[in-house]
């Protein structure tokens, strides 16, 4: 049973930075493609980055480009993503997604999430 | 990166069908056929319904269908159920290496 657990949420003020990371288990985790997906609070989805097989391809949303960097430790099966310089725009839950079978097919399994809460 | 255009809201009675629309550009929905649905309850993670345009994953029920005619993809519910209300998103890959979500759409079941 695939299961993906989110944690290093919490608050922080604009312009400092968090680190994210997602254990993942249940499956077999250097195989599949990893993205990080972030929803605002009552707003809809937003795809954040994607991480290939072996963590050598990194694919990023142009919101999180030069801030964000997603990265992957297929020893640990973890997942991480570090963000710096943040904005109070970055709030929301972000979800940690296997994608389901290449790059670009979409997540089929996502965590629970952590929430981020950037303010002063 | 600009996000797909769904519409707010749709609603229908059990056992009804609806459709959800998802509008795209030729960079997007028209250009690949990698479109995947979801839906998410209150507070809950979103569930992976339909890929590659018209495919279920294993366990979703054959009452949820996917089609794509030029930039818009469209998810079909038939036979609608109380538990089927919720929040729909349809999710595109994009030119330049991205993937692009729509706005969502919330189903009512009246």
């Known amino acids: 049973q695939v299961q993906l657990v989110e944690s290093g949420g919490g608050v922080v003020q604009p312009g400092r930075s968090l680190r994210l990371s997602c254990a993942a288990s249940g499956f077999s985790f250097s195989r599949f493609v990893m993205h990080w997906v972030r929803q605002a609070p009552g707003k809809g989805l937003e795809w954040v980055a994607l991480v290939s097989y072996d963590g050598r391809n990194k694919y990023y949303a142009d919101s999180a480009k030069g801030r964000f960097t997603i990265s992957r430790d297929n020893s640990k099966n973890t997942l991480d993503l570090q963000m710096n310089s943040l904005r109070e725009e970055d709030t929301a839950v972000f979800y940690c997604?296997?994608?389901?079978?290449?790059?670009?097919?979409?997540?089929?399994?996502w965590g629970q999430g952590t929430l981020v809460t950037v303010s002063s | 990166q600009s996000a797909l255009t769904q519409p707010r809201s749709v609603s229908g009675s059990p056992g009804q069908s609806v459709t959800i629309s998802c509008t795209g550009t030729s960079s997007d929905v028209g250009g690949y056929n990698y479109v995947s649905w979801y839906q998410q309850h209150p507070g809950k993670a979103p569930k992976f319904m339909i890929y590659d345009v018209n495919k279920r994953p294993s366990g979703v029920p054959d009452r949820f269908s996917g089609s794509k005619s030029g930039n818009t993809a469209s998810l079909t519910i038939s036979g609608l159920q109380a538990d089927d209300e919720a929040d729909y998103y349809c999710c595109s890959y994009a030119d330049s290496y991205s993937l692009v979500f729509g706005g969502g759409t919330k189903l009512t079941v009246l």
């Open positions: 997604a296997r994608s389901h079978y290449d790059f670009w097919s979409g997540p089929d399994s």
